[in-house]
């Protein structure tokens, strides 16, 4: 199976260890680091296990981020029904998790080597940032507050517009200002991950999840 059609879960701990390096290698070297010889060394591993595990160069990119939206909790259809305090405790998961994560180092340095290789042709880091990364992020919060709405708790006529009204209560300008070099980010992720789910609730919640919501200070 080719690398750009497998999810972070298909990936061993092995491979995860390794692809946790390379991103290591990209946020302290930059790009030119970024080499199949100075991951290998960094991880200890061959170049032939990097090739077959992930293809050329572009395959590595490609399960380096979605290996680091995987880190992006959302709710998995493991038979479980939602409920309206499982369905506030898997936003508040969600919302805290992708704030951290586009605060962090990786998503820093990743998006930051996208936006300075956007004007070059031939370009792939922008594309697969969103075809493995945000999209993927999106794909599993859409099912999340589908979820919802089947269990009675959500109600909205267009679900791609409640999702990106969520996204834009957790992150607000977050990402833009800490891509610029505002270094004070978010100093409570949980406080921040909670306000923004009870602003969400507030507008999509049916009764029977409000009656529940926990009140933020």
């Excluded at 290698?25 to 030119?32: A, F, H, Q, S």
């Excluded at 992006?72 to 309206?84: A, H, P, Q, Y």
Aim: aromatic residues 6%; contains cysteine; charged residues 25%.
């Amino acid at each position: 199976m080719s690398v750009e059609n497998l999810e972070p879960s298909e990936f061993s701990p092995r491979q995860n260890a390794v692809l946790e390096q390379a991103l290591r290698l990209l946020v302290d070297g930059g790009e030119k680091a970024l080499t199949t010889s100075g991951v290998a060394r960094a991880a200890n591993c061959s170049k032939e296990s990097l090739y077959k595990w992930f293809g050329d160069r572009d395959g590595l990119l490609s399960a380096m981020i979605a290996y680091q939206a995987s880190k992006v909790r959302t709710f998995e259809r493991n038979g479980e029904r939602l409920t309206s305090a499982s369905l506030h405790d898997h936003l508040v998961i969600f919302s805290r998790d992708l704030l951290e994560v586009l605060a962090g180092d990786v998503s820093l340095a990743l998006n930051r080597l996208a936006i300075g290789q956007s004007p070059r042709d031939g370009s792939k880091l922008g594309k697969l940032l969103l075809e493995r990364g945000r999209r993927q992020i999106d794909r599993r919060a859409m099912a999340l507050i589908d979820s919802g709405k089947r269990a009675g708790l959500l109600r909205f006529h267009d679900a791609d517009e409640a999702y990106h009204t969520l996204y834009g209560l957790i992150v607000s300008d977050l990402h833009v200002r800490m891509l610029l070099g505002d270094t004070t980010g978010v100093t409570d992720t949980a406080r921040q991950a909670e306000k923004a789910v009870t602003a969400f609730l507030r507008l999509y919640g049916t009764e029977k999840a409000l009656a529940d919501m926990p009140a933020v200070v």
